[in-house]
């Protein structure tokens, strides 16, 4: 019986835990989506054509990245890094506490940040589009443009996260270890932490 109550408290524990995680996460994408949404068209609308290209394949760009770090992330084992940690590496335990995390990193990185990419991006081209219908060339048709932009956006995403994920699968102790580092600086040197469950 006191088997069974142990387990129902670790259950509801976790139930809890997952809730506020969900709650959290929910939260901080609407957070994020608004004040990314916002930047992101104020720059484009005060940018020329081919700026607001490159900013378009910038966000994109994060977006592969993050992917790729979030699948990393799942892909990684600790053991790499308790061998680092013992060798006294200062930014091992940040790379231990990013698999132990695996779970809400990876939401955050593919989910959070895919999601947030992809609104940005469809901003992102309506602007483009304007800019581009703007021009005023007779042979240009918003519809096809609308098409070939919107394809080509998800082309690149798709095929960036297929190669991010073969890398995630492969070099997941490098991503991993140098995400552990630049947290380990953001955290020692501009006192930003991100993983609560680091010590200092």
């Known amino acids: 019986m006191k088997k069974n109550k142990g387990g129902s408290k670790l259950k509801n524990l976790k139930k809890k835990k997952a809730s506020k995680w969900i709650l959290r996460v929910s939260i901080m994408t609407f957070i994020l989506a608004i004040l990314m949404s916002t930047l992101s068209e104020s720059v484009l609308r005060n940018v020329s054509l081919i700026p607001a290209i490159g900013v378009l394949l910038t966000i994109i760009f994060l977006g592969v990245v993050f992917d790729t770090i979030g699948n990393a992330v799942v892909a990684a084992k600790e053991q790499p890094f308790h061998s680092m940690a013992a060798q006294k590496v200062p930014s091992a335990k940040y790379s231990v506490s990013l698999v132990r995390n695996a779970g809400p990193v990876s939401n955050f990185c593919n989910d959070v940040i ?13 602007i483009i589009l304007t800019q581009i219908m703007a021009l005023g060339l007779p042979f240009l048709n918003m519809a096809t443009l609308s098409v070939v932009f919107s394809g080509t956006v998800a082309a690149l995403t798709v095929g960036g996260k297929a190669i991010g ?24 040197k501009l006192r930003i932490r991100i993983l609560k469950d680091v010590k200092r």
């Open 165 to 188: 994920k073969e890398l995630a699968l492969s070099k997941w102790k490098s991503i991993v270890k140098g995400v552990g580092t630049i947290l380990y600086f953001l955290d020692s």
């Open 114 to 126: 895919g999601d947030i990419a992809g609104i940005i991006s469809g901003a992102a081209i309506a």
